[in-house]
Nanobody, 125 residues
């Protein structure tokens, strides 16, 4: 049974930082590209960041580029999202996802095979 479990969310002031983690189990982690998405109330799920199987290629959504960094540790079956310079518009539930697509297009939600339950990030002004 595949499980993706996010952690590290919480309440932070504007300008602060958080580091999200997503621990994977039940799959061969290094065979999956990974992504982070987020969804704010009343909005569609939005691509945040993606990383290839070995971590050599990353991609970011326009609204987070330069502030967020995605990374992975295949030995620990974990993907991370370092979030800096947070602002209230970053408030959302953050989800990690795993993709085994042969050609990884990180912002394509349909390519992802498994999703976590999400972790809440709230940024106060």
């Amino acid at each position: 049974q595949v499980q993706l479990v996010e952690s590290g969310g919480g309440l932070v002031q504007a300008g602060g930082s958080l580091r999200l983690s997503c621990a994977a189990s039940g799959l061969t982690f290094s065979s999956y590209a990974m992504g982070w998405f987020r969804q704010a109330p009343g909005k569609e799920r939005e691509f945040v960041a993606g990383i290839s199987r070995r971590g050599g290629t990353t991609g970011y959504g326009a609204s987070v580029k330069g502030r967020f960094t995605i990374s992975r540790d295949n030995a620990k079956n974990t993907v991370y999202l370092q979030m800096n310079s947070l602002n209230p518009e970053d408030t959302a539930v953050y989800y990690c996802a795993a993709s085994r697509a042969p050609v990884f297009v990180p912002n394509n939600r349909d390519q992802y095979d498994y999703w976590g339950q999400g972790t809440q990030v709230t940024v106060s002004s």
